[in-house]
Structure formats: C-alpha cells, structure tokens
C-alpha cells in the first residue's frame, strides 16, 4: 500500500511564499503530482515529477526527492485566489493511477 | 474549463435508490477514470476504463459498477443508495499512459 502524509491545513499572508511539504511510502515509484483544488470545484494539475530537483512553473514550483520520499509545492507572491486544498498524489507500480493525500487546506489571508 | 463534462451536476435522492452518473471524456482521451471525494476520506479511486475495457478498480463497492461505450463516454451506476453514499463523484480523462488527469466539474450525490 501507499502512505501520504501532508499537512491539513497552512495559513499565510498575500504576497508571501508558502511550501506545503508532502512525505510519502511506497513501492515502485513512478511519478508525483500536485493538484490544487477550489472548494466544491474540480482538481486541477498543478505539477508532475518523476526526477528529482526543482521543476518551476510560474509562481508555483515543486520538488521531489525520491531516496528521502519527500515533495514539496511552494507558492510564490501568494494571491488571495491561492486558497484552496493542494493535493499531493503518488502513482506507483505498474499503476498510472495516482494515490491522492488528504490534502492541505491552505488560507491565504489579507 | 477541461473539456471533461459530467452529468447531472446535483442529484438528490433516497436510501435503497439506484443512481447513474455520465461522463464525457476530452475529445480524444480513451481513458476514463471514476473518483469519490467525502470530507471524511478525501479523493478515493474508484475505477478506470481505457477504451472500452476495464484497466484498474479500485476502492469501488460491490454495489456500485462502470462501463465505458464506444463513443468513450462512461457511466458510473449506484444502486442500493446509502446515506453514506453522499459524496462528490469526478470523472477525470488522460490520454492513457502516465501523466496529468483533467477532471470534470463532479457529480454532487445527496442520498437523504
């Protein structure tokens, strides 16, 4: 089986930076997504890693280290419209289907 | 928007009832993907289908099944409806192979 563990829930300030830092256990690792998700609304992709180091993106970029099982999203020059749920998700095996984390509520305030 | 589209957007309905769900993939994505999200458990996998045939089942009760038809649209049927049952229900598409998944707007079932 798979374990996620992630915070459930950060709070931080418009303008500033954020990580949201997710650890993972698994067998056969094949790649780790974040999806951001709006409350009541559909995830949305956000990043996939499969090699370790940095991928950047705009504001967002997100990190994996596979021999430590660790990933982190981190939110640059934070906009109110960043609050929502950020979702770390871990494919493994043969299986292209990825196993979602609970998620970490993020609340960005003024 | 993603492209994926599902129906309807809001169902309510009764214990012991029997649901169905649809989704429309991307145009062009055979791969189907059916999840449940509770407050409670988060997003839970539920099962695949890749052009027309079942690839992966997950988490998906006995009483609940899947099919996907040849146009790729897939339906997701609930039957012997639980209180428990109440969740948000997403479809996602993805061309196959490993890689992001777009997701429709989700499926909100009240069983009351």
């Known amino acids: 089986g798979q374990n996620i563990d992630q915070p459930t829930e950060m709070t931080a300030t418009e303008g500033a930076i954020v990580q949201i830092n997710c650890t993972y256990q698994?067998?056969?690792?094949?790649?780790l997504f974040w999806y951001q998700q709006h409350a009541g609304e559909a995830p949305t992709f956000l990043s996939y890693n499969v090699l370790d180091g940095l991928e950047e993106k705009g504001r967002f970029s997100s990190f994996l280290s596979r021999s430590k099982g660790y990933s982190y999203l981190l939110l640059k020059e934070l906009q109110m419209k960043d609050s929502a749920s950020y979702l770390c998700a871990v494919g493994s095996g043969g299986s292209y289907i990825p196993t979602f984390g609970r998620g970490t509520s993020l609340i960005v305030h003024p | 928007d993603s492209g994926v589209t599902q129906t309807p957007k809001h169902l309510i309905t009764a214990t012991g009832q029997r649901v169905t769900l649809r989704c429309s993939p991307r145009s062009g994505d055979l791969s189907v993907y059916w999840y449940q999200q509770s407050l409670d458990q988060g997003l839970q996998f539920l099962i695949q289908y890749y052009n027309g045939e079942e690839r992966a089942k997950g988490n998906i009760l006995e009483r609940f099944s899947a099919q996907q038809f040849p146009d790729l649209h897939s339906e997701l049927n609930l039957s012997s409806l639980e209180l428990g049952d109440s969740a948000l229900y997403f479809c996602?598409?993805?061309?196959?192979?490993?890689?992001?998944?777009?997701f429709g707007p989700g499926t909100r079932l009240t069983v009351l």
């Open positions: 698994t067998s056969g690792f094949n790649g």
């Open positions: 996602a598409s993805s061309g196959g192979g490993v890689g992001e998944q777009f």
